[in-house]
Structure formats: C-alpha cells, structure tokens
C-alpha cells in the first residue's frame, strides 16, 4: 500500500482514508500474512492490533465485498473500534454500525442487511445467530479482538463454529497481546476459533522496537502491622480447624490454612464424588468447605487489600447470615468466636493498610520528583477502589473506574459514565485513575507514567494487559505492590512463570510456523472445514458439522402422554398461586462491561429444536433464558427453527398444548427459602394457559443441596403434579433438558402434527394472592409462613402491628422471625 507524496509516511489502497493510518512495516507485514488465511496476530498492548485487521478489512471489503464484522468482549470496546474505523475507512459512516444489547433485536436485523461493517459485542451475535435474525453468509471478514478469551462456553467459540460452517468465503483474524499461558492454551484458541497460522511480533523485533519505549517494572514489598496480623492469624485459626474435619473425613491431606486453591478444588471433587454416592459424609464436608472458602476470602482482604474491605465484607456476611434461609457455612461463619474476634479487631482498627501509604508515596514521586501527569492504579476489589479513591482524593485529583453491573454495597458506572471519565482522564481533568479489571483490556486508555497494581494477578494475560497501559508513547512504569508472607507473594511467582511461559511459547509458535499449522489443519480447521492454505477459496465449502446424536430414552412418567392424548382445551381451575410475580430482575439486562455474560440479557430471546424430517421443528424460548447454553445448543442442530419472544408464561413453547418451566435446583430451593417466590405462580400462569404444562428441574443433589428439609421438597414437587396438574421431569444438566426439549417438541410436531402457538398472560392476583406477597416480603419470611401468619392474624395490618410476643405464637414463626418481622416493620426508613 503505496503512499501517495502528499501523504508520505502514511499508508495508501483501497477504502484507507489517506493520511490517517501511519506506515509501520510490522502492521503491513502482519496484515499480509492475515490477509491469506485464519490468522491469530500477537502483538504487545498499544502497537496496533486494530490497525492490522482494519487493513484486512479494507482489502478484503474491496476485493470481495460483502460485510466485515470485527467483536469485541466490551461495550466501550466496541465503540473505540468503531470510531477508529469510520476515521481510518473511506466508508460512510451509517455503513460502519455497532451492535450491542442497547440496540433493540428488530433493529439489529434491519441495520444487518445494510451494514458494510458491524462492530458487535459477542452475546448480541450469538443471540442474533440462534434467533435467525442475521446470517452470516456474506461475512467475508471476522475478527475476534481479545481473543484469548476463546474458551469455554464464552460466545466465541459458538460464533466461530457457525461462521466456517455458514460463511461462503470466511476468513478469521484473532487478535491479543496475551493469547495463552502455554502452548496448549494457545493451540486451543487456534482450535477453537479455526486459526491456521501464527504470527507475532515482539517488542524485540527490530521494527516494533521503534515504535515503543522502555517500561520499567518494580516490585515493591510491604510488611504487614501486628494489628492486621492479629485479624488474619484469628480467621486462620478457623481455617485450621475447619481442614482439620475435612482432614478427617479424607478429603485433604494437610491442614495449613495457606494451602493452593487448586488442592481445595480436589478437595471438592471428592466431597462432590461422596454426595453421588449419597453419603452423608459429603454433605457435612461440602458445607464446611463452603465455610473454608468465605474464610479465605476474608483472610485474602485483609492481608491484600484493607481492612475497610475486610469490614465491608464481614458486613455482607452477617447480612447474609440474619437472611431467611441463610446456609449452615453462613451462620457458623459468624457466629465462631474467632471470627467474632477478628470482626472486632477490624472495627477498632484506625490506622491506614501499609499498601494505602506507599501508593501516596509512589505517587507523590512520580507527580513531583518526576514530573509525571498520570496514573493508573489496578486493584482487585471494588470495595478497595472505593477506599483507595476517597483516601487518595486527600492528595491527588484521583477518580474511580469500575464495571457497569452494581454489587453488594457498590453502584456500577454506565457506559455513558464510563466514556465520559475516560475522556476527561485523556484530557488531563484529574491525574489518577484507581481502576478495577474493566481497564484492563483493550480500552484506549491514554499513555500513563505509572502503572500501579495494588495487588499481583494470579494470571500472566492479566498482568500483560495491565502493563501495556503504560510505555506506548513516551518511557513508562509498574509498581507491583507485594505484602510480604501474603498470598501476594504466591500470585507473583504464578503471574511471573506464567508470563515467562508464554513469551518463550509465542517465541518457540514464532519459529515453527509450518508445524503450528500443521497441528491445527489436523484439528480445528477438519472441523471446521475450512481450508488452511487459502481462505479466500470459495472451492469446497464445508457441511455443516454431523447430526446429533439420537437422545438416550430417559423413560420418565408423562412423556408418552404428549403424543397419544389428543386435546385442545385450556385448563381453566387450576390453584391460585402462593408467591410473587416472575421476578424479571432476575432475567434482566444489565449489560455489565467487565461481566459479558450480562451482556447475553439484552432483550433477546432463543428458540430451537432437534428434527430429522424436512419440516423443522420449532422452539419458541423466552429471551431471557440465555443465561444457559440450552437454546444456543439446540440451534446448531440439523432441522432447527428458531423464534425469540419475550413469553409470558414459560421458558419454552413446544407446541399449542406444552410450555417448559425449568428451574434449576437452586431455583427449585430458592422458592421453598423465600428467595424467590415466583415458581407457583409461574406454573399457575402455565396451567390457566396450557394443557400440559411441564416443570423441568434441572441439575444434581436436590435433597442436599441446601437445607431443606425433604420432606418441604416432596411437598412442593406433590403440590406442583397434584394440585397444579403439570407434569414434573428432572434432568441431569442443560445437556439433559437440550435432549428433553428436543424429544418433547419432535413428538408434539412430527408425531402428533401439532403447531407451535403462544398464547397466555399472566393471571391478575386475587386479594389473598396480594395479601400473602405483602406479608411474606416483610424480612423475606417466605409464602408458607405468610399463609400461617395471615390465618393466625386475619390481615396484614394486624400482622404488621402484632409485638414479638404475639409473633411467637404462630406456629413456624421463631425467635429470629419474629425479630427480624419487628425490625422491618418497626425501624425508622433511612433512606
């Protein structure tokens, strides 16, 4: 690409905007190898990533047409890229679209059809792809940014399969400063998005070397006071007891509070192993597990991070411990007197965590002695974002940075909220930015003269993307905070290795080109059917991967009845309901930038079915059941019909007569605990508006997951088959209830020759149905003791103005109820 004299020193072609993208050999070199197959570029943090697939864009929009999609796993993301497009593309602007869940669904499908280049976050383009609303036929280029995240479940991988299957010239571009900790990581990426090649540049080439600049690191050590070391030796103490009784039970060999997570994750596995076997042994061992857990959290805050977020957290948890239905692990954990000590010493602690006063430090030397103008400091808690912003605010102009999605005792930022403090942070506005793993990766953030990271990441990718904040226009610095005899000392070493590991890979991947591909010709792209020498091919498109397999019979009572029993009326009496409305907050969209999978809520919806007959068959599933992978699985399959609605009853339509509750068994619990008391209603919903509805209980261990007694269990699962007239099925996992629906819905629409039809509202509450929701919100005391405390009572006004006395003289009602039914109803409201 030839620039022209005027533009000298700046790139030229086919849709480049001239005098905008500056000539650097090492973007062309890579684009060019892009340009020829699927390609994973590995280039450091701030040296262009983005230009090397706009130019493949470019080229390939000019020499093939069609559209260009290019995802990336953030909303501000998505935005940074397209605008960078629209100024380096001589494309108009309204053919450069972005897509994300702020968009509404029919929106996207119409901006689809006229888009040259959509910039997409990847659960909107999942959820479009099993929706049916766009295809990705004339796709011609797509580029995966971040692409190490390409494991898993995470929507990438679904996305790429459907592109090398669908795409008529598909050409693939992954992109990342940190693709993988090894080499089997890093094949798996190749693997999983159907990459053919490998090509990195380092920072020791000798044409990036040019374009960056020296970026010191520094590890700075702290000790921890004696009074932080009391707090922490006092939940340590808990935590050696507590492996003690698992010690006992077998499931680990030590009992040294400091033990790797990897060893209490086998330790797991073999209390999960004992649960199957139905012993008793791993149901004590599971909730003492749990304990251990809340326990190390605890210790973690206050050796790394403060003891403010040690107190914020201690707070959560004696909420947590007063709600109904609270766990065992909960309640032990706050009321062992070790733990009370350590909530003590917490409260009378008042002097500053040594890591809060070197930042002060390092950062007044780098404003003053250095003459710095900004920096960045990453920490791992929002709690400690918070503190760490209001301590630093008496010194520096400081701001914080964090996700989008509100948690416990912390409001999110918008997107809006979010552009706007970058931009203001690029405009010099205020000198220190304390932000969590939201800025971590790929975001514009400006050059920085310091780079703190309060705390060590565990991971190598992690810290790569840290560090690349700093060192891209002028000499840069890493602070890397280490209290030591901490677990920050583990999570340096694990990062350092790590880091280590996959420079030396990406070097060893560098000079064996030629094998890399041939290991991945052998795997990802057979698969994929792609073709590894020549992605511009349009010779020998692959077929779709083979059909699914047949569903292994599960013989549960009630599936024979779908096809055999002809009838179309509506069930008209079925009970009133006990609990509260669907609870759409629940499902809702929150759209949380360092959270993706909130992204997946964004007002879509997912249908599917298995069929084998040319007719296909149809699924109509509620949009937000996307939380699960069931839809997306189900619409992969040969046969496959989808419609995406917002339903009002049910999760899945199967045909006129059938509509699928399914709950998981935490959900199933939930509703018996007073968490979620929408379940009866639900399935009430479903019995006034279908024949046969269905309830679907999805997942392991439902007597021992939590602490019900079984007999409320086989009460409620009585109730829904006796007294609502749905048939209840159980499956094992969403792979269970993918076949389940799947052979449901065949049997309704092939065998029967029934159509899929929705239809049902949500039935207004009587009064005694609004009666008993007002009652059982008050302290969340749940449907059941509602019911006693309205019949004992005779209304609401005089359950709310009844004394503790009179409370204790319902049956089911105890001292903590009537305690916590007192505070709600008799407290001042502070708000």
């Not at 450091?44 to 990336?72: E, F, N, Q």
């Not at 006990?578 to 809520?601: C, I, N, Q, S, Y």
């Not at 059938?658 to 018996?672: H, M, N, S, Y």
């Amino acid at each position: 690409m030839a620039a022209s004299d005027a533009n000298a020193g700046y790139l030229d072609g086919p849709l480049i905007t001239p005098g905008f993208l500056e000539d650097r050999s090492y973007q062309t070199a890579l684009a060019d190898a892009a340009r020829e197959t699927h390609t994973l570029v590995c280039l450091p943090t701030g040296l262009g990533k983005t230009t090397v697939s706009c130019l493949v864009t470019a080229s390939r929009l000019a020499d093939r047409g069609g559209t260009a999609l290019m995802l990336a796993p953030t909303k501000p993301l998505v935005k940074q890229h397209a605008d960078f497009y629209r100024d380096a593309l001589d494309v108009p602007d309204d053919e450069i679209v972005v897509f994300t869940g702020d968009v509404r669904p029919d929106d996207r499908a119409d901006l689809w059809e006229s888009a040259r280049i959509v910039m997409a976050t990847p659960q909107v383009i999942e959820n479009d792809l099993v929706g049916n609303r766009v295809s990705l036929a004339d796709v011609t280029h797509l580029t995966f940014d971040e692409c190490h995240r390409a494991t898993g479940n995470y929507a990438y991988n679904y996305i790429a399969d459907r592109y090398h299957a669908d795409a008529d010239a598909p050409l693939v571009t992954g992109m990342s400063a940190s693709p993988g900790g090894d080499k089997e990581e890093i094949l798996r990426v190749c693997e999983n998005l159907g990459l053919a090649e490998v090509e990195v540049m380092t920072e020791e080439d000798a044409d990036v070397a040019e374009h960056t600049y020296q970026t010191e690191v520094d590890w700075q050590h702290v000790d921890l006071p004696e009074n932080v070391l009391a707090i922490r030796d006092a939940l340590n103490e808990v935590i050696t007891d507590r492996l003690t009784e698992l010690q006992k039970l077998g499931v680990v060999n030590s009992t040294d509070p400091n033990m790797s997570q990897k060893q209490l994750n086998t330790a797991r596995g073999r209390l999960q192993r004992l649960m199957n076997d139905d012993d008793s042994a791993g149901y004590k061992g599971m909730s003492i597990h749990a304990e251990v857990m809340k326990l190390r959290r605890a210790t973690e805050l206050v050796e790394t991070q403060s003891v403010e977020s040690l107190r914020r957290y201690f707070e959560r948890q004696r909420e947590q411990a007063r709600s109904s239905g609270s766990s065992k692990a909960s309640q032990r954990f706050v009321s062992e007197p070790s733990v009370k000590k350590a909530m003590r010493l917490a409260e009378e602690f008042d002097g500053l965590h040594p890591k809060f006063r070197k930042t002060r430090i390092l950062l007044a030397e780098t404003f003053g002695l250095e003459e710095g103008s900004r920096a960045i400091v990453f920490t791992e808690s929002r709690d400690t974002a918070e503190t760490l912003t209001e301590f630093l605010n008496e010194s520096f102009d400081t701001r914080r940075f964090v996700g989008q999605g509100d948690k416990e005792g912390s409001d999110g930022m918008t997107q809006k909220e979010q552009t706007e403090r970058l931009d203001a942070f690029r405009a010099g506005e205020f000198e220190v930015l304390v932000s969590t793993s939201v800025a971590e990766e790929g975001l514009d953030v400006p050059d920085v003269d310091l780079v703190l990271f309060y705390e060590p990441v565990p991971k190598g990718i992690r810290s790569i993307q840290r560090k690349g904040r700093t060192g891209r226009a002028s000499e840069g610095k890493v602070v890397v905070l280490i209290a030591d005899d901490t677990r920050d000392e583990a999570f340096f070493w694990m990062s350092r290795n790590e880091e280590k590991r996959m420079e030396e890979e990406l070097r060893k991947l560098k000079g064996m080109a030629g094998e890399v591909e041939a290991q991945l010709t052998q795997g990802s792209l057979d698969e994929f059917g792609g073709d590894a020498d020549d992605a511009s091919s349009d010779a020998d498109e692959a077929e779709a991967s083979a059909d699914a397999a047949e569903p292994e019979q599960k013989g549960q009572a009630g599936l024979g009845s779908f096809a055999d029993e002809e009838s179309d009326s509506e069930t008209s009496d079925g009970e009133t309901s006990d609990d509260k409305a669907r609870d759409e907050a629940k499902h809702g969209d929150t759209g949380g930038v360092d959270d993706d999978a909130e992204e997946a809520k964004d007002a879509d919806a997912v249908a599917a079915v298995a069929g084998t007959d040319e007719e296909s068959v149809e699924i109509v599933a509620d949009q937000r059941e996307l939380d699960s992978t069931i839809a997306r699985d189900l619409s992969t399959r040969d046969g496959i019909e989808t419609r995406l609605e917002t339903l009002a009853v049910g999760d899945y339509v199967l045909s006129d007569r059938v509509v699928v509750e399914r709950k998981t068994t935490a959900d199933f619990l939930d509703t018996l605990l007073g968490e979620d008391r929408s379940m009866f209603e639900q399935v009430g919903d479903a019995v006034r508006s279908y024949a046969r509805p269905v309830v679907v209980v999805e997942g392991d261990d439902l007597y021992g997951q939590r602490n019900v007694h079984p007999n409320a269990i086989r009460g409620a699962l009585a109730s829904l088959a006796v007294d609502f007239g749905a048939s209840v099925l159980f499956t094992d996992d969403e792979d269970d209830t993918t076949e389940l629906l799947a052979t449901i819905a065949g049997r309704e629409q092939e065998a029967s020759d029934r159509e899929v039809r929705v239809h049902g509202e949500k039935a207004d509450k009587t009064l005694d149905e609004q009666q008993e929701y007002v009652v059982s919100s008050i302290a969340e005391v749940g449907p059941v003791t509602a019911r006693a405390l309205l019949a004992h009572f005779g209304s609401v006004e005089h359950v709310v103005t009844a004394d503790e006395e009179e409370l204790l003289d319902v049956e089911g009602v105890g001292p903590v109820t009537a305690e916590r039914i007192r505070e709600v109803v008799g407290s001042d409201y502070a708000g």
